[in-house]
């Protein structure tokens, strides 16, 4: 079971469910999720491969990257991603600094 934030919804509420229910609806909203991670680091590195990813050359690149492989992208975000808050979502995204956040 996970524990998690449902995000992308007008009112991003908590939800305890099994690992598929969660793998469904993150592809549901792949395309959501793959622009949130590619917008939470200040460097253009893929976060979900971690620091031995190649460096991309645009945020478009990059995200197509994360979307071929949205099995791993899935599993990122439900080991990393879930249970943060949107508040807690917002910070990382603004401050761009994955060091110490995530473990890559």
Do not use: Q
């Amino acid at each position: 079971m996970y524990k998690g934030h449902k995000h992308f919804g007008i009112s991003p509420e908590i939800i305890i469910a099994e690992k598929v229910f969660w793998i469904n609806f993150l592809f549901r909203n792949l395309d959501k999720v793959v622009t949130v991670i590619a917008n939470i680091p200040n460097e253009l590195i893929c976060i979900v491969c971690g620091v031995e990813s190649l460096n991309y050359s645009s945020r478009a690149s990059l995200a197509n990257h994360i979307k071929n492989h949205s099995r791993s992208t899935c599993n990122f975000w439900l080991d990393n991603i879930i249970c943060k808050s949107p508040e807690e979502l917002e910070a990382i995204i603004l401050e761009g600094n994955v060091k110490g956040v995530f473990d890559i």
